[in-house]
């Protein structure tokens, strides 16, 4: 069984920057495909961005240019850098992890986290 832990949010004004972090245990970390999504109150829970193990990257179109999603499979982490935060990005985020490897941008993810708050205040 795969664990998922997200660390890293918190509260920081528009403009700013947070380091999200997602820790994995059990499982082949480095096969497994890796996303961020996020859900706000009162809406659905959206694609982020995710990673392959080949480090394929893909992004939301909203967040192209200001998010980075990398991996460091010696450590079994995964990180989203978010840079120029807007109030918009407020939601909790969650870590998910596909077993197949495959790229997507749907919540058909096989494992996720409990979630971690980023509030961008204006």
């Known amino acids: 069984q795969v664990q998922l832990v997200e660390s890293g949010g918190g509260l920081v004004q528009a403009g700013g920057s947070l380091r999200l972090s997602c820790a994995a245990s059990?499982?082949?970390?480095?096969?497994?495909?890796m996303g961020w999504f996020r859900q706000a109150p009162g809406k659905e829970r959206e694609f982020v961005a995710a990673?392959?193990?080949?480090?394929?990257?893909a992004y939301r179109d909203s967040v192209k240019g200001r998010f980075t999603i990398s991996r460091d499979n010696a450590k079994n982490t995964v990180t989203l850098q978010m840079n120029s935060l807007k109030p918009e990005d407020t939601a909790v985020y969650y870590c998910?992890?596909?077993?197949?490897?495959?790229?997507?941008?749907?919540?058909?993810?096989?494992?996720w986290g409990q979630g971690t708050q980023v509030t961008v205040s204006s």
């Open positions: 998910a992890a596909r077993k197949d490897g495959r790229l997507s941008y749907r919540l058909n993810y096989d494992y």
């Open positions: 059990g499982g082949t970390f480095s096969m497994y495909a």
């Open positions: 990673v392959t193990g080949s480090i394929s990257t």
